[in-house]
Nanobody, 115 residues
Framework: QVRVVESGGGLVQAGGSLRLSCVAS????????MGWYRQTPGNRRESLGT???????FYQDPVKGRFTISRDNSQNAAYLQMNNLAPTDTGVYYC?????????WGQGTQVTVSS
């Protein structure tokens, strides 16, 4: 079983930055891929990007150049650095952690960007 916990959300002004953290607590399972997602008001949950255990990252177009994902394998942690935030980035941000056979979600953290 894997427990995923996100933190770091909050209120920020447009143009500002936030750094979200995600920690996956396991009972021995290895975490392969970790990903960040968000659900903005009225929309479905969408992928922002993923990071593999070897550090390779992939980003979705809406966040390329503004958001950066990093990872600390020793802590089973992933981070989402968000820069130049806009009100349209407001939403609940989720972390997903995958093992070889399963996928686990955190409870989400709220990000609100004021104009």
């Amino acid at each position: 079983q894997v427990r995923v916990v996100e933190s770091g959300g909050g209120l920020v002004q447009a143009g500002g930055s936030l750094r979200l953290s995600c920690v996956a607590s396991t009972s021995g399972d290895s975490i392969t891929v970790m990903g960040w997602y968000r659900q903005t008001p009225g929309n479905r949950r969408e992928s922002l990007g993923t990071i593999f255990a070897d550090g390779r990252t992939f980003y979705q177009d809406p966040v390329k150049g503004r958001f950066t994902i990093s990872r600390d394998n020793s802590q089973n942690a992933a981070y989402l650095q968000m820069n130049n935030l806009a009100p349209t980035d407001t939403g609940v941000y989720y972390c997903n952690a995958q093992t070889k056979i399963n996928s686990f979600w955190g409870q989400g953290t709220q990000v609100t960007v004021s104009s």
